[in-house]
């Protein structure tokens, strides 16, 4: 890395970390968006209508993970992120309103996006990965073994 490109990422680091300071509301927007896009849920919110949401409820000083910080909701769980599906709550109650397994399958068992079924075991809230089968039975094998 020559000295110049290695100025130009230090300045492009000083410029973002700035940027967030001043815009703390706009950098969680696009967080909030590229969550929701990794997830496979259409977020077609706007900055303006996400943050009238938050300033209406009153709770953007407590918003965050946990059960008593407040987060940014779908009714039911369902739909896109769009201004007439969205509302603000606790993080425990969105938790609560979810089933366990959307898909019906047993725990320690999620439905890949190519179709497969990977298989995982929570050990002292570290999810450990145990590997992608075919069929939801080797899955839940891999599960039971590994308990």
């Not at 927007?29 to 919110?45: C, K, M, P, S, T």
């Not at 965050?64 to 599906?85: F, I, L, P, Q």
């Not at 439905?111 to 298989?119: E, I, L, T």
Request: with cysteine.
């Amino acid at each position: 890395m020559t000295l110049s490109t290695q100025t130009s990422a230090v300045n492009k680091r000083r410029y973002t970390q700035k940027w967030e300071r001043l815009h703390p509301e706009k950098n969680r927007y696009f967080e909030h968006q590229g969550n929701a896009r990794r997830r496979g849920i259409v977020f077609d919110l706007t900055f303006p209508e996400w943050w009238s949401v938050w300033e209406t409820s009153g709770q953007w000083a407590n918003r965050g993970r946990g059960g008593d910080k407040y987060v940014m909701s779908r009714y039911r769980d369902c739909g896109a992120y769009t201004k007439g599906n969205v509302f603000i709550q606790q993080g425990r109650m969105n938790l609560s309103l979810t089933p366990a397994n959307k898909a019906g399958l047993p725990v320690g068992v999620y439905k890949r996006p190519n179709g497969r079924f990977g298989a995982h075991k929570a050990v002292r809230k570290i999810r450990l990965y145990l590997g992608t089968f075919n069929t939801v039975s080797e899955a839940v094998q891999a599960y039971q073994d590994a308990v």
